[in-house]
């Protein structure tokens, strides 16, 4: 009852964006934030400046110096204060609608002054959940701005790399801070799917060494939506990377471009690895199809051999309980002992055939 009622919510919301001008920002999604969340990290070889906000009119006064800065907003619900950072940015009314919109999927638009690249981030949260985020991401000339539906991303490696100085983040433009971004909602993904592995490996133990019940059926059926939900998630960045990779484009330097290769070699192979572990759950499905089939196969069995052992003995005493007048080895004084004699050793004549053909 939950799920559906998040699924007819989810409707509600998309339902919301029709009918409307292209262009306009309403946001579809489902994480309602009461404020939207500034976080400014501005910074050079040199200096280092990290500030956070609720006002998006702090970032700006960021703009004009010669470092790179990093705008991280928190929060898509509250859409005037995205329409003040877009306006500020100049960016294109389309962008905004994306911006907002949870149910686009990833992509990449070129233009003249800025790129603009919507991806999903993949993380657990702290209750083993798997969290798909919505991100947007804009490079400018000193600038990239970052959108999230709310708290919690995988960028702490980055922010941390930039406060200590560490690598090459600061010494490098802000394409750079771009791929690291990137990088680091890749790498993420690898996370996500080592965790899809064991759990893989998991019920292919339980499958093997012990009586499976009902509920691992529950459990590979969410393993299934679960790695659809990646595969929805990775696939089509793995389009935008190579089209980061192939464009020329003035904003990506051709330093960063041998980065973005790796980063699309690192995509192609968290692609090859979903498709592996989806074959896998839909061979765990079969295993367990296969291994109910031979658990009824050896019900169906000894229930077969219990009839067969059973038909000769039914078979004499039905003989001998007719209602005859004349039986004449009903009047034999040892004719009771003798048809018990008989009825044993054809039970064991054919208990003895059965385990030489090993079906017992």
């Known amino acids: 009852m939950a799920k559906r009622k998040r699924y007819s919510r989810k409707r509600a919301k998309s339902a ?27 910074y050079n070889a040199e200096n280092y400046e990290h500030y956070t906000s609720k006002s998006p009119e702090d970032a700006f006064r960021f703009e004009e110096e010669n470092n790179i800065t990093w705008v991280n907003i928190d929060g898509l619900s509250n859409t005037s204060e995205i329409e003040k950072l877009g306006q500020y940015y100049e960016l294109h009314p389309l962008i905004l609608e994306d911006i907002v919109n949870t149910n686009q999927r990833p992509k990449i638009d070129e233009y003249q002054d800025y790129l603009f690249i919507v991806a999903k981030m993949l993380y657990h949260k702290n209750n083993g959940e798997l969290e798909n985020e919505h991100i947007s991401l804009v490079l400018g000339k000193d600038y990239v701005l970052t959108f ?48 899809i592995s064991d759990k893989i490996e998991l019920l292919e133990e339980q499958l093997f060494t ?21 595969r929805r998630a990775v696939f089509p960045l793995r389009e935008v990377v190579n089209r980061l990779d192939k464009m020329e484009h003035p904003l990506v330097q051709e ?29 765990l499905m079969d295993m367990y199809m296969t291994t109910i089939s031979n658990k009824m196969n050896e019900v169906m069995k000894v229930l077969t051999i219990m009839a067969s052992i059973f038909i000769p003995l039914t078979f004499i005493a039905g003989i001998y309980g007719m209602n005859f007048e004349y039986i004449p080895e009903l009047q034999w004084r040892y004719s009771y002992f003798v048809l018990w004699g008989v009825m044993i050793i054809i039970f064991l004549l054919m208990l003895y ?8």
């Open 16 to 42: 919301k964006a029709l009918n409307q001008a292209p262009g306009t920002v309403t946001y579809v999604g489902h994480k309602e934030a009461s404020e939207t969340k500034l976080e400014v990290i501005d």
């Open 148 to 195: 999230q539906e709310s708290d919690g991303d995988v960028f702490n490696g980055v922010r941390e790399r930039i406060a200590r100085g560490k690598g090459r983040i600061r010494t490098n433009g802000a394409d750079y801070l771009m791929y690291a971004l990137l990088d680091a909602i890749i790498d993420n993904y690898f996370l996500v799917i080592d965790e």
């Open 210 to 230: 012990s009586q499976p019940d009902d509920d691992i059926t529950f459990e590979i059926q969410e393993l299934k939506r679960t790695i659809l939900r990646i």
């Open 255 to 283: 330093r960063t471009n041998s980065y973005i290769r790796d980063l699309y070699d690192h995509i192609i192979q968290i692609s090859e690895n979903i498709d592996v572990y989806r074959e896998m759950i839909w061979g």
């Open 353 to 360: 055939y059965f385990k030489r053909k090993k079906w017992l």
